[in-house]
Every structure is written in C-alpha cells, then in structure tokens.
C-alpha cells in the first residue's frame, strides 16, 4: 500500500429513501437525474483519489456541487453509500463507533465555515473542549489551551465568548480547537468564506505560516478559485458530485480536462499560477546569459528580471543544475496569449 | 366592484360574513330557550329528551338541530368517570406484599401503582418540608411510630430561619453576586417577620420537589422526542392540547387517581408543567446548528458528551425559557392545588379570598410573588454562571462562601439556643416565627380596601353597572344568540378561507366537539369573556407596545416589568381586582385583561425589535418620517410576530377567565370548579378542561396557519 493518508476508492453519497438499492441497480453508473426523478440527490459521484502525508488537497466547486458531502463522508459525519474509504491503510467505514471516536480523538480535526463555536464556552474552554472531551483534565487541558490561543495569535482574549468576537478571530478559534488534539489530518471546509476579502488574506497567510509549521495532511474546501490556487498542492474541481479534474494548479490552468474546468481557468492570470519549470524548453541552448532561475519559482516573480535581460535564462533545479532555458518572448506568450486563447 | 376585483380574499371574507348573518337571522331563537339554562342539566324534567348511548344516558333539552346541536357526546364524561373507576378499583387485580400486615394482599394494579407513586412523593416532600421546618415523618418512615413513642428524643428539628436566610442569601450571592443576595436576604427576613415562614417553607418545599421532576422529566422526554420521531408524534397532540388546556380542569382526575394532598399536587403539577418544558427544548435542540454538532462529533464526543456538552448548552436559551415557565407553572399551581389538599401559602391565599380577607390574601400573594422571583433569578443565573481559571485564588476565597454558610449554621444555631432563654414561655423568635405572631399588615390593606369602597363606591358602582348593562350584557346575549350552525359555518370558513381544506378540517372537528358536548351554552360565555379581555388586552398592550419601543430603555424595562408579572401566580391577580369590584363578572374581566395584556405588550415589542435593523435606515434615507415609518414598515413586517403575541394572549386569557370561576361566572370554569367537589366529576372536568382547550386551539390553529403563510409571503419565514 503506498503512503497515502486519505485514499478513497468509488465513493459514493447518495440522498434519499432507497439510496442503497438504487446504487446497487444502477451498477456504477450513476445519473444524477435518473435519481432525481426517483426523489434521490447525488451528492458526491464516484470519487477516487488519495491524498499524500503532508500534501494539501483543495477541493474546489460551487456551491452545492458535493465538497462538505464528501468532506463528511471523509470524516464519517455521514457513511458512504458505496465504496471505500482507507485512512491511513485503515478502512473507514469497518470501524466500530468506539474506533471512530477514537480516530476522531487522536487523529482527526475539522474547521467549518460557520465556525460552529459552543456559545457558552469562552475562547479557551472551547479550544480545551476536544481535549476535556478525551479526558484531559482541566488543568492540563487548559494550558495546553492556552498554548493554541499564543499559537492563533488570541492571547489577551481567552476569556471572551465567540459572540465577543470579530468573524475571523472566531475563525482563529475554530482552527485552534481543531489543532488542539495535534491531528494528523485536517479538514477545513471553507473556512474563509464567511470573512472579509482583507481579512480572508490575512487568514490564508496565516494558514500558511501555520502549514510550514505543522505539515499536516489537509483536505481543504472552498468556492475560490483564487484561494484554491494560492493554497493547493493539488486541486480536485467538483461539479454535480463529480470530480472533474484533480491536478497541480498548473497543470489545471494548461490542460483544463473538461469544458467546465476550462471556464474556471480562463480568468486566472497565469503568471501567479505557473512554475517556470512548466513553461521552460528542455533544451539547454548554449548562448544563455548570466541569469539563473530556480524552476520552482512562479512566473510572477522572476518575470521582471527575464523580461529585462536580452538573453535567455539558464533554470536550475534544487542542485544549481542547469535543466533547462527560459526567454523573455516565452514569458511574454504565456502571460498575454494564454488570455488570448480564452477568448 | 373595481376593488373587490383586485382583492378577493376580501370579497370571500365579506360572503362569509353574509351568509353568517343571514343564518342568524333566519333562524329564531326557539320560544322554550333560555339564555343561560340555570341548573337544567342536573335536574330530570319531562320535558327533556333522552338518549342512551354505550349504556349511558343521557338527558337533554332538545332543540331545532340549526339553534343548538344534541349533546350526543353527552355519554363521554359519565364513560370517562367509570372507566377511570374500573382502572382504579377493578382492573387486573394482583397479589401484592403489605408491610404492614406482613401479608399479601389482592389490589389492582393501577391503584397500587398510584400508591406507591404517592408514597413516595410524600416521601420526598415531607424529607425537605422537615428539613426546613422540623417534625416526625421522616424518621416514622425508616422506623414506625412505635418507635418515636419509644424514643422522644427522634425528631428532625428543622432549621432555624435565620439559617435558611443566610443559606439563601449566600447562595444568590455565588451565583450572581451583590444585588440578587440583597434580594433575597430581604425577601426572606420580611417573610419570616411577617409571621409567613410556616407557609412559605411549605409551599417551597413542594417547589423543590415539584420544579426539579418537571425540569428533569420535560428535558427528558424533550431529547427522546428530539432523537425520535415516533417519540415526538406520540407526544405531539398530549403537548398541543396541554397548551391550552386550563390548569384547573386537570385537578379532577387527578383527584380520582392520586387522593387529596400534596404528593396529588406535585404530580398535577409536574402534568402541567412538563409539556411546555418539553416543547421549549425540542425548540431549541431543533434551532441548533449542523454544524455545532458536527464540531462535537468532530471533538470526539460519544452520543452522551454529545448530548450534555454540545446539544443541551447550545440551546440553553430556549431550555431556560423552559425552565422559567416550569418554574411559574409550579407556583401557579401551588396556589390552585390547594384545592386538593396542598399545604402552603395557597392554601392560606384560597382561604383568605374566600372569607372576602383581602389583607391576609395580599400578604401571602406578596410571598408567593416574591419567592417565585426569586427562584426564577437564581436558577437563571445558574444556568449563566462561569468558571473562572486563572484567578489565582487562596484557598479561603475558593471556599468562602462554604465557610460562610458554615459560620452562619452556627451563627444560627446559637441564636436559636440563646433564644431558648430569652423568650421563655413564649415563641423562640429567633427559630421560627409563628404564623400569627408576626407583624401583619392585613388590618392596614383591609382599611385600606374599606376606605377605597366608602370613597370611589359610587364612582365604582357607577361604572361597573355601566360596564354591566350597556356592554358585557348586551354582547353575551349576542353570542349566545349565534345560532349553532351560523357559529360553526363562520369559523369552518374561516379556516379554509385561511388555511384551505386541513385547517377548515380541523377546526371543523375541534368546534364539533365542543358543540356535542352538553355545554355549548356555557363555551360561548367563556368565549365572549375571553374576546372582550382579548380585544381591550390587546388594544392595551399594542399602545404601551409601540410606545415603549420608541425608546430602547423603556422597551428594556417594560420587557423586565412583563417578566415579573408573568411571574406571579395566575390567582395573585385576583386580589387586587376584588379589592376594587367585589365579586362581579367586572373583577374576573379586569384580572383577564392585565394578566393578558403580558404577552400583547411583550410581543409587541419583540416584533417591532425584530424588523432589521438595515430596513430601518433605509426607511429614513428615503425620507419617511417616524409615524410613516411605524405604519408603513415596521408594522407589516411585525405583525406575523404580533399575531403570536394575539395567540399567547388568548391562551392567557382563557386561563384566567376559567380561574375566574373562583369568582364566580357562568361559564365552563364554573363547572369545572363544581366537578371539584363533586365525587364523579372526573369525567366531567377532564371534559369541561378539553372543551376550553379545543376553544384555544381553535384560534392557535387559524393565527398559526395565518401568521405562517404570511411570514413566508413577507419572506421572514
Ligand atoms: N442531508 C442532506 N439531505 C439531502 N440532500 C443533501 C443533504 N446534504 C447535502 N445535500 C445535497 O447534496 C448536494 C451537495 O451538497 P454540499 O456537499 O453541501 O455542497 P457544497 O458543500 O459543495 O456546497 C446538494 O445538492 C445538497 O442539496
Ligand atoms: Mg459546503
């Protein structure tokens, strides 16, 4: 079995009274409005795929398109209508109800997009409140607490109630309660889009900051592309339950797998998106000039120092080795005429 | 015809009306008619027909089936009253072990039952009632009074008053600090200096028992009917008709099944006081969030974490409205199970109503009042309190007020001992002050009440005449004057026009029940009373409403003022009313209308609050100005919230229209109060109690299904 920590084989979730039967009869093949009509939802369709330790997966879609619905049926807050779901080599839906608090308790932690905060906890009883739920004692369970308030960046406001909170402060409260347990998998379904654009950046930032710290394994939800793009180490695009395309961003933004995913790329701007290494020629010319760029670089930010060289740029990889050439007029393309192709 | 082109639900409305019209005058009042038909349903006279249905008869004035239906559900009370017999005297007998005897004695199940429900209530009572005052019980109950007889020395001594006001006052001090302690150490002293302490531990020792059950029970069935949806279809028709039924009506059956008493009282209580509890915490557990309960679940909690750490803290604010009304039901019951045999404050209250003392009942209104506040405050600020975890606390602040309340034991204590010296011969005041050896300011209220009758008499007599004779006279004629049929066609039309086909159903069933019963007669005055409380109540509270909501303190404190009242025992209100009118159908309408005139203003001022906020400053952006505003927008968009404020107030006014009977009127809380005294009344009042709540349920039906479409139509939904 490879190392993967989430994999899910066919999942399916379906609404409604006969679920079960219906998937059975219809063999795998599922349509969504074959089972409308016999009063089921789709809500997700045959989803496959596996998340690596410590990658992010963001799972991207519009609304109503399944992301919370496979999200539970990830976190069990719901059982699967069909296949199978292995958390770390282990079968999900085998466990009994005492594995699964115990998964939940040691290994698992959720942020929602409503924050879903106990109203007559203050800061800190909420973010103890997962440990007290295992047992911790007060004490403990408090300092350790209090740890998670320093680590969100809410010393000072311990003792106030979530209703004495700004929304992203409620949020920071969120994810220190999802963090106090120290999961090995996190799961943040939209955890931004109740916030302010100012403060939904700030946010992200500091979910970044905390990711390079933590490195956990993280299935991440959202409706924002942008988001998603900033985020991701790969993304899984939804729609009506099914996965659409599950790549690198930039592998998205150059071959959209479907028309659905094409129209969702077409308004990114490409230089925030794609490495260097994406767009470079193999070849390795041998009039370069002097500058050196890493092929893990976006595009953005190494494209004024190209642009204003004559010659092309050597790329190197992690070791200084030169593995390939970028020129200015390649830059100039992939900035401008991949919006030209959109049109 | 323009007009009534564009609206024509007003055009339906107006055809409704017609045809009601033209029935009530097409048909005439028969000539052997009599507005209200004095005794005639207890007394046998030829003239009367007769019927025997399921082997019981039943005797009936007969006439034109379009005036007044036949009373062929006539048979329902008398077949209640024996099937309620035959289960407590006949049905499956069993051999049951006697302690007494040391024998087993044959006795049917219900009854043994019932026994040992009542003995242990009784049980638990009398352990707090001699906690707090003092006596045998108790102790003869773990041992025999052979055994007291034997031992002198074996009696709870009770505690002196003085700890008890220490206890109390240290206790609000914990659980809310300065200004709830003051309240209740006051509240306390004045009802031990005013002779009342007696009373008062009795009637709160039979809060204690009965406030904790109904909490514990209501919460309960509460969660079951939340997880369950069977649990909560079962429930659902006992909780709508509880709602509305009265209070009083429930007392007869019980009497049948559980004897005369104070455990008969706690358990009636609980009965009454366990529905609304019930609702309130579905309500609430209903309005959680998903994904508050997915966090919890996301947390790690099993089903019970779940359920006493999640579900039941978040939807704290409806279970503490839960909570308060458990509270207020228990003490307006303290007061009307007095009836059937409750010790107390309410007992002396009845007493002293009935022997015209109004002094004597205004000082035992005033404690009941007074400690149900006080009850209601602390378990609030209880259920508010919070921990404190990083105060770093000496071992005397953590326990101060233990070591307090263990200084005042003492404290206590010694008092009532050097008591002992000092008032020898006579009562140790310092232990408990008795009932007439207190101050008593009764002589004072009742010159008071003397005065006011000398001075205003004429003035009183002049209105309340007036008030007879050129309005409540003339508008009971008037309902008594609807022919059956006309009733039934205006509210069944009501209903569909409002709610279609299902509400015109069911409000068809509810008004034919009531119309098939032997006292239609009698429902219609109780409704003309309710309507003419309903309508002046609401005129009221709509007024004092929207004035107090032009300012945000004086809506605050009207709302705290409506707490309050609403606090009081429903016969509380009855007092002052006597004082002034004496005993007329005036004071009973003057009591309902102040008592419904609670819920009109404070739903008048929760729906006017509810308009968003943003509506609000738009409105004033666009120029209008504030009466405009009032009318043209906050109105329309509070009225759905308004016209369950009209529900509340119906509900209420029923109520104390049916207590009013204590008074004496003429409608079925009349009849109810009869079937207290009466040996085979249980069928009878459990009847007469349906009857005055299918009355209720049929405006809680149509307002409902009105304030519903509406609100979906406002989009407020
Ligand atoms: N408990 C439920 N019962 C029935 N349908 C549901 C339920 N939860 C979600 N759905 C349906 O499943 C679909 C996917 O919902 P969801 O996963 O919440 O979408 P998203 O999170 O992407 O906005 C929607 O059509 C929704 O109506
Ligand atoms: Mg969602």
């Given at each position: 079995?490879?190392?993967?920590?989430?994999?899910?084989?066919?999942?399916?979730?379906?609404?409604?009274?006969?679920?079960?039967?219906?998937?059975?009869?219809?063999?795998?093949?599922?349509?969504?409005?074959?089972?409308?009509?016999?009063?089921?939802?789709?809500?997700?369709?045959?989803?496959?795929?596996?998340?690596?330790?410590?990658?992010?997966?963001?799972?991207?879609?519009?609304?109503?398109?399944?992301?919370?619905?496979?999200?539970?049926?990830?976190?069990?807050?719901?059982?699967?209508?069909?296949?199978?779901?292995?958390?770390?080599?282990?079968?999900?839906?085998?466990?009994?109800?005492?594995?699964?608090?115990?998964?939940?308790?040691?290994?698992?932690?959720?942020?929602?997009?409503?924050?879903?905060?106990?109203?007559?906890?203050?800061?800190?009883?909420?973010?103890?409140?997962?440990?007290?739920?295992?047992?911790?004692?007060?004490?403990?369970?408090?300092?350790?607490?209090?740890?998670?308030?320093?680590?969100?960046?809410?010393?000072?406001?311990?003792?106030?109630?979530?209703?004495?909170?700004?929304?992203?402060?409620?949020?920071?409260?969120?994810?220190?309660?999802?963090?106090?347990?120290?999961?090995?998998?996190?799961?943040?379904?939209?955890?931004?889009?109740?916030?302010?654009?100012?403060?939904?950046?700030?946010?992200?930032?500091?979910?970044?900051?905390?990711?390079?710290?933590?490195?956990?394994?993280?299935?991440?939800?959202?409706?924002?592309?942008?988001?998603?793009?900033?985020?991701?180490?790969?993304?899984?695009?939804?729609?009506?339950?099914?996965?659409?395309?599950?790549?690198?961003?930039?592998?998205?933004?150059?071959?959209?797998?479907?028309?659905?995913?094409?129209?969702?790329?077409?308004?990114?701007?490409?230089?925030?998106?794609?490495?260097?290494?994406?767009?470079?020629?193999?070849?390795?010319?041998?009039?370069?000039?002097?500058?050196?760029?890493?092929?893990?670089?976006?595009?953005?930010?190494?494209?004024?120092?190209?642009?204003?060289?004559?010659?092309?740029?050597?790329?190197?990889?992690?070791?200084?080795?030169?593995?390939?050439?970028?020129?200015?007029?390649?830059?100039?393309?992939?900035?401008?005429?991949?919006?030209?192709?959109?049109? | 015809?323009?007009?009534?082109?564009?609206?024509?639900?007003?055009?339906?409305?107006?055809?409704?009306?017609?045809?009601?019209?033209?029935?009530?005058?097409?048909?005439?009042?028969?000539?052997?008619?009599?507005?209200?038909?004095?005794?005639?349903?207890?007394?046998?006279?030829?003239?009367?027909?007769?019927?025997?249905?399921?082997?019981?008869?039943?005797?009936?004035?007969?006439?034109?089936?379009?005036?007044?239906?036949?009373?062929?559900?006539?048979?329902?009370?008398?077949?209640?009253?024996?099937?309620?017999?035959?289960l407590m005297n006949d049905w499956m007998p069993m051999e049951f072990w006697n302690e007494d005897t040391q024998e087993f004695k044959t006795r049917p199940l219900l009854l043994q039952i019932s026994r040992n429900l009542t003995g242990f209530m009784t049980f638990i009572i009398e352990l707090i009632r001699e906690i707090l005052l003092g006596g045998l019980e108790?102790?003869?109950?773990?041992?025999?009074?052979?055994?007291?007889?034997?031992?002198?020395?074996?009696?709870?001594?009770?505690?002196?008053?003085?700890?008890?006001?220490?206890?109390?006052?240290?206790?609000?001090?914990?659980?809310?600090?300065?200004?709830?302690?003051?309240?209740?150490?006051?509240?306390?002293?004045?009802?031990?200096?005013?002779?009342?302490?007696?009373?008062?531990?009795?009637?709160?020792?039979?809060?204690?028992?009965?406030?904790?059950?109904?909490?514990?029970?209501?919460?309960?069935?509460?969660?079951?009917?939340?997880?369950?949806?069977?649990?909560?279809?079962?429930?659902?028709?006992?909780?709508?008709?509880?709602?509305?039924?009265?209070?009083?009506?429930?007392?007869?059956?019980?009497?049948?099944?559980?004897?005369?008493?104070?455990?008969?009282?706690?358990?009636?209580?609980?009965?009454?006081?366990?529905?609304?509890?019930?609702?309130?915490?579905?309500?609430?557990?209903?309005?959680?969030?998903?994904?508050?309960?997915?966090?919890?679940?996301?947390?790690?909690?099993?089903?019970?974490?779940?359920?006493?750490?999640?579900?039941?803290?978040?939807?704290?604010?409806?279970?503490?409205?839960?909570?308060?009304?458990?509270?207020?039901?228990?003490?307006?019951?303290?007061?009307?199970?007095?009836?059937?045999?409750?010790?107390?404050?309410?007992?002396?209250?009845?007493?002293?109503?009935?022997?015209?003392?109004?002094?004597?009942?205004?000082?035992?209104?005033?404690?009941?009042?007074?400690?149900?506040?006080?009850?209601?405050?602390?378990?609030?600020?209880?259920?508010?309190?919070?921990?404190?975890?990083?105060?770093?606390?000496?071992?005397?602040?953590?326990?101060?007020?233990?070591?307090?309340?263990?200084?005042?034991?003492?404290?206590?204590?010694?008092?009532?001992?050097?008591?002992?010296?000092?008032?020898?011969?006579?009562?140790?005041?310092?232990?408990?002050?008795?009932?007439?050896?207190?101050?008593?300011?009764?002589?004072?209220?009742?010159?008071?009440?003397?005065?006011?009758?000398?001075?205003?008499?004429?003035?009183?007599?002049?209105?309340?005449?007036?008030?007879?004779?050129?309005?409540?006279?003339?508008?009971?004629?008037?309902?008594?004057?609807?022919?059956?049929?006309?009733?039934?066609?205006?509210?069944?039309?009501?209903?569909?026009?409002?709610?279609?086909?299902?509400?015109?159903?069911?409000?068809?069933?509810?008004?034919?029940?009531?119309?098939?019963?032997?006292?239609?007669?009698?429902?219609?005055?109780?409704?003309?009373?309710?309507?003419?409380?309903?309508?002046?109540?609401?005129?009221?509270g709509f007024t004092v409403g929207t004035l107090c909501f032009q300012s945000k303190s004086a809506a605050k404190f009207m709302l705290g003022v409506c707490d309050i009242f609403q606090t009081f025992p429903s016969f509380v209100y009855l007092i002052p009313v006597m004082m002034l009118f004496g005993i007329t159908d005036t004071s009973v309408l003057i009591a309902?209308?102040?008592?419904?005139?609670?819920?009109?203003?404070?739903?008048?001022?929760?729906?006017?609050?509810?308009?968003?906020?943003?509506?609000?400053?738009?409105?004033?952006?666009?120029?209008?100005?504030?009466?405009?505003?009032?009318?043209?927008?906050?109105?329309?968009?509070?009225?759905?919230?308004?016209?369950?404020?009209?529900?509340q107030t119906i509900v209420f006014a029923l109520f104390m229209v049916i207590i009013g009977a204590f008074i004496g009127t003429e409608d079925l809380g009349q009849y109810i109060l009869k079937a207290l005294s009466d040996k085979n009344g249980a069928g009878i009042g459990l009847t007469l109690g349906i009857c005055v709540a299918f009355i209720g349920l049929i405006?809680?039906?149509?307002?409902?299904?009105?304030?519903?479409?509406?609100?979906?139509?406002?989009?407020?939904?």
């Amino acid at each position: 079995m490879s190392d993967a920590v989430i994999k899910c084989e066919s999942v399916y979730k379906i609404f409604g009274e006969n679920a079960e039967k219906m998937l059975q009869e219809a063999n795998g093949n599922v349509d969504a409005k074959t089972f409308q009509e016999n009063g089921c939802i789709v809500g997700v369709n045959n989803a496959s795929f596996e998340v690596a330790k410590g990658e992010m997966l963001v799972v991207m879609g519009l609304s109503g398109s399944g992301k919370s619905t496979l999200l539970r049926c990830i976190s069990r807050l719901t059982d699967a209508t069909g296949g199978k779901i292995f958390i770390e080599g282990q079968d999900l839906l085998e466990l009994n109800n005492k594995e699964l608090i115990d998964l939940r308790r040691n290994k698992m932690g959720m942020v929602f997009q409503s924050f879903a905060l106990l109203p007559h906890k203050t800061v800190v009883e909420n973010i103890a409140f997962p440990l007290q739920i295992k047992g911790i004692n007060t004490d403990d369970s408090i300092s350790k607490a209090m740890d998670m308030v320093k680590l969100v960046g809410l010393d000072g406001r311990e003792n106030y109630f979530p209703r004495e909170l700004s929304g992203g402060q409620q949020q920071r409260v969120g994810i220190a309660r999802s963090l106090a347990v120290e999961p090995d998998i996190w799961f943040l379904d939209e955890p931004f889009s109740a916030l302010d654009p100012l403060i939904r950046k700030e946010m992200q930032d500091e979910f970044l900051r905390l990711q390079d710290k933590l490195q956990k394994t993280i299935m991440f939800i959202t409706h924002d592309f942008d988001e998603a793009l900033k985020l991701a180490d790969r993304i899984a695009i939804m729609k009506d339950g099914i996965i659409e395309q599950l790549d690198t961003p930039a592998k998205i933004v150059l071959n959209p797998a479907t028309e659905y995913v094409r129209k969702f790329t077409e308004e990114v701007p490409r230089e925030k998106v794609l490495l260097i290494e994406d767009v470079m020629d193999q070849s390795t010319s041998d009039n370069l000039g002097d500058l050196r760029v890493s092929k893990d670089e976006i595009i953005e930010n190494v494209a004024e120092k190209i642009l204003t060289q004559e010659k092309t740029a050597g790329v190197i990889d992690s070791n200084n080795k030169i593995i390939g050439s970028i020129n200015p007029t390649k830059i100039i393309n992939t900035v401008f005429g991949g919006r030209k192709n959109g049109n | 015809m323009e007009f009534l082109k564009k609206n024509p639900k007003i055009f339906q409305w107006l055809f409704l009306l017609i045809v009601f019209f033209a029935l009530c005058f097409a048909i005439e009042v028969p000539e052997t008619y009599k507005f209200i038909r004095g005794q005639a349903e207890f007394i046998k006279d030829p003239n009367q027909s007769t019927f025997v249905f399921a082997g019981k008869e039943v005797r009936y004035y007969a006439f034109d089936v379009f005036w007044r239906l036949p009373p062929l559900l006539g048979w329902l009370p008398i077949w209640i009253n024996d099937s309620l017999f035959f289960l407590m005297n006949d049905w499956m007998p069993m051999e049951f072990w006697n302690e007494d005897t040391q024998e087993f004695k044959t006795r049917p199940l219900l009854l043994q039952i019932s026994r040992n429900l009542t003995g242990f209530m009784t049980f638990i009572i009398e352990l707090i009632r001699e906690i707090l005052l003092g006596g045998l019980e108790t102790i003869v109950a773990f041992t025999s009074w052979d055994f007291i007889d034997a031992n002198p020395w074996a009696e709870l001594p009770g505690l002196p008053w003085t700890i008890v006001a220490a206890g109390a006052t240290i206790l609000s001090y914990k659980l809310s600090g300065k200004g709830l302690a003051i309240f209740a150490g006051l509240t306390m002293v004045y009802i031990s200096i005013f002779g009342q302490w007696k009373p008062s531990m009795q009637t709160l020792s039979f809060i204690l028992v009965a406030a904790p059950l109904s909490f514990i029970f209501g919460l309960g069935l509460g969660i079951s009917a939340f997880k369950s949806k069977r649990v909560e279809k079962a429930l659902y028709p006992i909780l709508l008709v509880m709602q509305t039924m009265p209070q009083y009506a429930v007392l007869v059956p019980a009497l049948v099944l559980f004897g005369v008493g104070d455990h008969a009282a706690v358990i009636i209580t609980m009965i009454v006081a366990i529905p609304p509890m019930i609702l309130l915490t579905l309500l609430g557990l209903r309005a959680i969030p998903p994904e508050v309960i997915e966090a919890g679940r996301m947390s790690g909690c099993n089903n019970w974490q779940l359920m006493f750490k999640v579900l039941i803290p978040t939807a704290r604010r409806d279970i503490l409205i839960g909570v308060n009304q458990v509270i207020m039901v228990c003490f307006s019951m303290a007061v009307i199970s007095a009836f059937i045999g409750a010790k107390g404050l309410g007992f002396n209250l009845l007493l002293a109503l009935n022997q015209l003392n109004i002094g004597l009942a205004l000082e035992a209104g005033l404690c009941i009042s007074l400690i149900a506040i006080l009850l209601d405050k602390m378990s609030l600020a209880w259920a508010n309190k919070q921990t404190d975890y990083f105060g770093n606390l000496s071992f005397f602040e953590r326990n101060k007020n233990t070591i307090f309340f263990i200084g005042a034991f003492v404290i206590g204590i010694i008092l009532a001992y050097i008591g002992t010296f000092l008032f020898k011969g006579t009562f140790n005041y310092l232990f408990e002050i008795p009932h007439n050896k207190g101050i008593s300011t009764a002589d004072f209220w009742n010159k008071g009440v003397d005065w006011i009758f000398d001075t205003f008499f004429v003035y009183i007599k002049a209105f309340n005449t007036w008030l007879i004779q050129e309005v409540l006279q003339p508008m009971r004629a008037l309902y008594l004057r609807m022919p059956a049929v006309a009733t039934i066609v205006l509210v069944v039309g009501a209903g569909y026009l409002i709610g279609g086909i299902r509400s015109a159903l069911v409000v068809c069933g509810l008004t034919l029940f009531i119309a098939l019963s032997p006292w239609w007669d009698r429902a219609l005055v109780t409704t003309y009373m309710a309507t003419f409380g309903v309508i002046i109540s609401c005129l009221i509270g709509f007024t004092v409403g929207t004035l107090c909501f032009q300012s945000k303190s004086a809506a605050k404190f009207m709302l705290g003022v409506c707490d309050i009242f609403q606090t009081f025992p429903s016969f509380v209100y009855l007092i002052p009313v006597m004082m002034l009118f004496g005993i007329t159908d005036t004071s009973v309408l003057i009591a309902v209308i102040v008592y419904a005139t609670i819920p009109a203003t404070r739903y008048t001022i929760e729906g006017l609050r509810s308009v968003p906020v943003g509506l609000h400053e738009a409105a004033t952006m666009s120029g209008v100005n504030k009466f405009q505003r009032l009318t043209k927008i906050e109105f329309p968009l509070a009225f759905p919230h308004m016209m369950l404020g009209l529900n509340q107030t119906i509900v209420f006014a029923l109520f104390m229209v049916i207590i009013g009977a204590f008074i004496g009127t003429e409608d079925l809380g009349q009849y109810i109060l009869k079937a207290l005294s009466d040996k085979n009344g249980a069928g009878i009042g459990l009847t007469l109690g349906i009857c005055v709540a299918f009355i209720g349920l049929i405006f809680d039906n149509l307002i409902r299904t009105w304030v519903g479409k509406r609100k979906k139509h406002l989009g407020i939904a």
